[in-house]
């Protein structure tokens, strides 16, 4: 059997079946749902009854970011150049991204309404593709640890971990070097309509209009949070931790809820 942990239980409580399913599609991790290497993804029949199904994606370690569109699952995976896309969350086909280091390890993949933007820790490369089938390499303006990617209708924002290396691209192709509000081991990137919002390992929350100009935030109480990803549900953003059971919401990325987990 397949058991959902208690990060996921809390997204249960806040999102009805559909938009639960689109938010666990960036929220995928295998430490994070289950204890097995391979991603399973829990996706079954959310959209048609009570009953979460799994299924195998059919290659390699699964990252922690998968993209979902109306009509394809893309996922990408760690220590290698594959892919994987699905048009029902059941029968997935291999793909293959671009290069990079000697094992390649891509970790983010973001759609933006027309095309899925790829990136990859120590390297300079990201990818771009219109179908989730094939994938052309792309430069970012430096090489980093470039762990999360998110759209919010006009740019493409990328982030690297333990870096205040930032970047914002309108097409995926051309890029432009930007500064997040301080250095730190960044973990998650979400847009809630107004504004982008990262979290650090400490109390640090990083927040942005645009991709361009990041102001700093903090959360409230702990100094250590250990946040392990952050989505947003229309205007309300949700960070889950790693560390005493918590979440976090709110509205702005400035004025944090601490709520305890069940």
Same mark, same amino acid.
């Given at each position: 059997p397949i058991y959902i942990s208690r990060k996921i239980y809390v997204? =249960?409580?806040?999102?009805?079946?559909?938009? %639960? %399913?689109?938010?666990?599609?960036? =929220?995928?991790?295998?430490k994070s749902l289950i204890s097995s290497p391979r991603l399973m993804a829990l996706i079954g029949t959310l959209f048609s009854s009570k009953k979460v199904l799994a299924q195998t994606i059919p290659v390699t370690f699964w990252r922690r970011k998968t993209t979902v569109t109306p009509k394809l699952l893309v996922a990408v995976a760690q220590d290698s150049n594959k892919a994987a896309s699905s048009t029902d969350g059941y029968n997935f086909t291999a793909r293959t991204l671009p290069s990079v280091k000697i094992n390649g390890d891509w970790s983010a993949v973001c759609w933006n309404g027309s095309l899925f933007c790829a990136v990859a820790k120590a390297t300079n490369i990201c990818a771009t593709s219109p179908d989730g089938l094939t994938w052309t390499a792309r430069t970012l303006p430096s090489t980093a640890d470039w762990s999360e990617i998110a759209w919010n209708g006009t740019v493409f924002c990328t982030l690297a971990s333990q870096t205040s290396k930032a970047a914002t691209s309108p097409d995926g192709t051309t890029w432009t070097a930007r500064t997040l509000s301080s250095s730190a081991y960044w973990r998650g990137l979400a847009w809630n309509g107004t504004v982008f919002c990262t979290a650090a390992n400490t109390n640090k929350v990083s927040i942005s209009t645009n991709g361009t100009s990041w102001t700093a935030?903090? %959360?409230?109480?702990? !100094?250590?949070? /250990?946040?392990?990803?952050?989505?947003?549900?229309?205007? =309300? %953003?949700?960070?889950?931790? /790693?560390?005493?059971?918590? !979440?976090? =919401?709110?509205?702005? /990325?400035? !004025?944090? !809820?601490?709520?305890?987990?069940?």
């Open positions: 997204f =249960l409580r806040y999102m009805n079946r559909r938009k %639960f %399913f689109r938010q666990l599609m960036t =929220l995928v991790a295998g935030q903090t %959360f409230p109480g702990a !100094t250590s949070i /250990g946040p392990t990803s952050i989505t947003a549900m229309g205007s =309300l %953003f949700c960070e889950v931790t /790693g560390n005493g059971g918590y !979440t976090y =919401l709110s509205s702005d /990325g400035v !004025t944090w !809820t601490q709520n305890t987990m069940l």
